[in-house]
DNA sequence: GTGCTTGCAAAGCATTTGCAAGTTA
DNA sequence: TAACTTGCAAATGCTTTGCAAGCAC
């Protein structure tokens, strides 16, 4: 989740970003903002499915592809086959349950910071970077209280 | 790529992780330890294929899926939808080429020996690690020679 | 001999594509 | 109005599955 956004920010970020204003493009960005849980294309879909009945699953996947493609949101690749999304650009790393496949946050400043040191002035011959992805694959442990 | 190993040796490993002998896993498992390029299941069968021209796909998935829920290897995402293979256990990083869906290792020995300290005496509550994976995305540039 | 493994073909599932109709700038 | 975007349905491509025959132990 990054931070709430208003319509205007949205909408002004996506023309940043080279975009056309669609209802879609701004629910679905929006979506992918609010979300806590890194969401794949489907997720998504469901979720707004109820709010726009029209909304089609390919134009979720193809307005995500574009999104990702020109660097507004990344791409994660799950444990199982599926996609997930993030809005969260910053250098920071995922925990990826083989269970649930599901992705949290591994919120932990000091790696972040770690890696973004490690990162800032440094680059890579003949390899142009794009984006980073950290996971930290394993499994979400039930807790007693639960 | 993991150094060479002799038929004892890697039979020896199989069997120390609970598999029977076969020789589709021992020639899968071979050629997994011999190659430099992360290869996909698909990539695994077409080099084995002119060998054993009877081994089926099915066989080499089935096969590569048991080895990396053992944990003898480990699953590698690519940027496409395909998964890769890696006999390297160790923690490294990953370059993942977006244009030829390629996968190299990022031989950085500084951010390898970073990584493994950090994670070295830590765990993450309500979380049991079975694995990393560190990916830089981006893309292979082209230099004049080629 | 028993239980695990293989190979085949079919099925499954996430994602992509083609195209006509609709929408943005 | 011109170019881009959407929604639908069909297609694609990677991976998994069911099952009979074969093999390891």
Sequence with gaps: MIQRQNPNELATKLKQYGFRLTHQRIAIYNELCQSKEHPTAEAIYDSLKVVYPELSLATVYKT???FSRK???RK???SDNSTH???D???HT???????????DYENNELSVML????KERSISNFRIS???FSIIGEIEKTEST
Tied chains: 1, 2.
């Design 64 to 66: 995500l592809d574009s």
């Design 71 to 73: 660097g507004l949101i």
């Design 76 to 78: 994660i690749k799950g």
């Design 85 to 87: 999304f993030d809005a």
């Design 89 to 91: 650009l910053s250098i």
């Design 94 to 104: 995922h925990l990826i349950c083989n269970k649930t496949n599901s992705i949290l």
């Design 116 to 119: 973004e040191n490690f990162f």
């Design 131 to 133: 984006d980073f992805q």
